[in-house]
């Protein structure tokens, strides 16, 4: 009970969460371990996992990048890993440990995520012995590999890669694994990777060398990873040629079209900008983020009426933002007035 109380009151100080089950929570909770390992330095390395199978554990390969002899521990229990299965690309490690009886948790699905869903990410952040969790919601989803590759504000600290990303009826949907500076971009590989990762030969030797799609060179990195540092920067030419050339690749894409219509509206682009959004709303009508952005500039241009009728789906597809939004616009009508 006092574990719960611990995870209810971290949940319930974020502003995004919604009904969320009570146990499967506290299952979550209980299925993450710690991953650690000392260093050639005899420094002690460590990480998070999910216990996703019987006597499975996953967790980021880079956790194990220092270590040739790690071990898993739970409260004050600890085991030892007999072998493991490498994915260094996805950043994914599959571990066996011996003895490791605990129920697996559920298993959900990355695909199947929402812009604005609650979201709760449990690890142990800053090597902290007893699981941390924090609240947030999904910002984006980005198709790569056969999964999607999730952005969220549940944020995490180091001693959390390789720790769980739940849905609020404790389904695993992602592992924490990396994150940029800037705007709350923290990142989980989807669990949807993990029946791939099942087919990999098992090895014994335990240290993992090989570079993560996260590392990759800036030229080479997917899209939704290159516009990260000039975001951050708030380099908005350079956004620009990202997303135009990532339109062109992905013509198809709503988060592509966002983005595009982001930077143009940065740059003053006002009629590219809203023209990107409507594309984006067209390929992924619940994009709340283009509706937002969209109904701004419709505001703007002195057309309330479209604002607010966008503003009432919002509503409905993502209250968060849509609240947000309606503030925004009572704000902006509100200063008009005392001008």
Same mark, same amino acid.
């Given at each position: 009970?006092?574990?719960?109380?611990?995870?209810?009151?971290?949940?319930?100080?974020?502003?995004?969460?919604?009904?969320?089950?009570?146990?499967?929570?506290?299952?979550?909770?209980?299925?993450?371990?710690?991953?650690?390992?000392?260093?050639?330095?005899?420094?002690?390395?460590?990480?998070?996992?999910?216990?996703?199978?019987?006597?499975?554990?996953?967790?980021?390969?880079?956790?194990?990048?220092?270590?040739?002899?790690?071990?898993?521990?739970?409260?004050?229990?600890?085991?030892?890993?007999?072998?493991?299965?490498?994915?260094?690309?996805?950043?994914?490690?599959?571990?066996?440990?011996?003895?490791?009886?605990?129920?697996?948790?559920?298993?959900?699905?990355?695909?199947?995520?929402?812009?604005?869903?609650?979201?709760?990410?449990?690890?142990?952040?800053?090597?902290?012995?007893?699981?941390?969790?924090?609240?947030?919601?999904?910002?984006?989803?980005?198709?790569?590999?056969?999964?999607?590759?999730?952005?969220?504000?549940?944020?995490?600290?180091?001693?959390?890669?390789?720790?769980?990303?739940?849905?609020?009826?404790?389904?695993?949907?992602?592992?924490?694994?990396?994150?940029?500076?800037?705007?709350?971009?923290?990142?989980?590989?989807? *669990? #949807?990777?993990?029946?791939? $990762?099942?087919?990999? +030969?098992?090895? &014994? =030797?335990?240290?993992?060398?090989? !570079?993560?799609?996260?590392?990759?060179?800036?030229?080479?990195?997917?899209?939704?990873?290159?516009?990260?540092?000039?975001?951050?920067?708030?380099?908005?030419?350079?956004?620009?040629?990202?997303?135009?050339?990532?339109?062109?690749?992905?013509?198809?894409?709503?988060?592509?079209?966002?983005?595009?219509?982001?930077?143009?509206?940065?740059?003053?682009?006002?009629?590219?900008?809203?023209?990107?959004?409507?594309?984006?709303?067209?390929?992924?009508?619940?994009?709340?983020?283009?509706?937002?952005?969209?109904?701004?500039?419709?505001?703007?241009?002195?057309?309330?009426?479209?604002?607010?009728?966008?503003?009432?789906?919002?509503?409905? *597809? #993502?209250?968060?933002?849509? $609240?947000?939004?309606? +503030?925004?616009? &009572? =704000?902006?009508?509100?200063?008009? !007035?005392?001008?």
């Amino acid at each position: 009970m006092k574990q719960f109380l611990i995870l209810l009151t971290l949940l319930i100080h974020t502003s995004f969460v919604n009904a969320f089950d009570q146990a499967a929570l506290l299952k979550a909770f209980g299925s993450i371990v710690m991953v650690r390992g000392y260093t050639e330095s005899g420094s002690l390395a460590y990480g998070s996992g999910v216990i996703v199978g019987k006597g499975e554990v996953i967790t980021n390969c880079h956790v194990l990048r220092r270590t040739e002899a790690p071990w898993i521990s739970q409260g004050e229990s600890s085991y030892s890993i007999t072998d493991i299965r490498i994915d260094t690309w996805h950043d994914l490690c599959l571990l066996n440990a011996h003895n490791l009886n605990s129920n697996p948790i559920s298993i959900g699905s990355s695909n199947n995520l929402v812009k604005g869903q609650s979201l709760a990410a449990i690890g142990h952040s800053g090597g902290s012995p007893v699981p941390l969790t924090t609240g947030g919601y999904v910002v984006s989803t980005y198709e790569y590999d056969k999964g999607k590759i999730i952005l969220s504000s549940a944020k995490f600290r180091l001693g959390a890669s390789g720790s769980g990303l739940f849905d609020m009826k404790g389904n695993l949907v992602g592992i924490n694994t990396f994150k940029t500076t800037g705007y709350g971009s923290y990142y989980a590989v989807p *669990i #949807d990777w993990l029946s791939d $990762l099942r087919k990999k +030969n098992k090895q &014994k =030797k335990f240290l993992v060398k090989g !570079k993560a799609l996260w590392e990759e060179d800036e030229d080479k990195k997917p899209y939704f990873l290159k516009i990260a540092i000039p975001k951050v920067k708030e380099n908005w030419d350079d956004l620009f040629i990202v997303t135009k050339d990532w339109i062109k690749t992905e013509e198809r894409n709503s988060e592509a079209w966002y983005e595009y219509g982001f930077a143009n509206e940065k740059l003053l682009k006002l009629e590219a900008a809203l023209a990107a959004y409507n594309k984006s709303i067209d390929l992924d009508k619940n994009n709340s983020d283009s509706m937002y952005r969209s109904a701004l500039l419709y505001n703007k241009n002195g057309n309330s009426n479209k604002a607010k009728n966008i503003q009432r789906k919002l509503l409905m *597809i #993502d209250e968060v933002k849509g $609240l947000e939004l309606a +503030n925004t616009l &009572k =704000k902006i009508v509100s200063d008009e !007035k005392n001008e």
